[in-house]
């Protein structure tokens, strides 16, 4: 089988990061495996206050030590949500162990939304961001974390131009593929960009626009796309299941918003992308 190590926090409650990762990312038939950051009991997202929250920076490099006395051997290896420059600096050692020719390393740069940093992330932690995305072979981040990664002011107004040329800058940050998920022109049609910098070559996928936001699809999004790229699927194959199956999530939600506010209804949804990924 197919191996994937996902490496970001576990929230007890709420649809996203690891509780998203593990379950889609199996349902592709892929084995994944987890290293935790941090234990929340809810993630940290509008509506949830008081949550408990459990910092395991220090059980990651013995965890990492065990593993290559084992000889592990991956697929892919993808991070999410990393919660200082400590876990940064590690997640980057990480890569340096684990990585190589005959694998991927997908960086989904978590650093904000809205045009907003998120709470407790600094300059510092921005750059840290920037050095382990010129270590990935993919990144994902969406139009916010593009403005933080290249220091460029933040906008929703943007054409393909725009896109092609922030692509094309984020690809000299060191990542080979660049990819931005949330792009949109009108209010028809959203998706993802994809940037192949060995090929210079650019790959659009789009589907309906639903105007109104969901927690957690961009977990679901990086989650799929990284199960595509272990399953050996090309660029363009990658960016259409992803955004297929997310927009999937989406509309499963639209008659449950009053009980799932917390996350996208991805559940519901993992039979459509276990044909996905048999079709494709």
């Known amino acids: ?163 092609k040329d922030v692509l094309r800058r984020l690809s000299q940050l060191g990542c080979k593929t660049p990819v931005i998920t949330g792009i949109h022109y009108d209010d028809k049609l959203q998706g993802a960009a994809a940037y192949d910098s060995r090929n210079d070559e650019f790959i659009f996928s789009f589907g309906k626009n639903i105007n109104s936001r969901f927690h957690g699809t961009g977990d679901i999004f990086a989650s799929v796309f990284t199960g595509a790229c272990a399953l050996g699927k090309d660029l363009r194959q990658c960016l259409d299941i992803s955004v297929k199956f997310t927009f999937d999530c989406i509309e499963a939600t639209l008659p449950h918003m009053e009980e799932t506010w917390y996350g996208s209804c991805f559940e519901l949804c993992l039979g459509k992308l276990i044909e996905y990924v048999k079709e494709q």
């Open 1 to 163: 089988m197919k191996k994937i190590v996902s490496i970001q926090d576990i929230s007890c409650f709420g649809k996203c990061s690891l509780t998203v990762a593990l379950p889609v990312i199996s349902a592709m038939g892929i084995e994944t495996a987890v290293i935790p950051t941090a234990v929340l009991s809810t993630h940290t997202g509008e509506g949830f206050t008081g949550y408990t929250f459990r910092d395991l920076t220090s059980d990651i490099p013995a965890i990492a030590a065990h593993w290559k006395s084992m000889d592990l051997r991956f697929d892919a290896l993808y991070t999410g949500y990393l919660g200082s420059l400590e876990q940064i600096g590690i997640v980057s050692d990480f890569f340096d162990d684990f990585g190589g020719k005959d694998n991927h390393i997908i960086v989904d740069p978590v650093l904000g939304d809205a045009g907003k940093l998120y709470a407790g992330f600094s300059n510092e932690f921005v750059e840290g961001m920037r050095k382990l995305c010129a270590k990935a072979d993919f990144i994902i981040p969406n139009m916010t974390e593009v403005s933080f990664l290249l220091d460029i002011p933040y906008t929703e107004t943007y054409d393909e131009s725009y896109v």
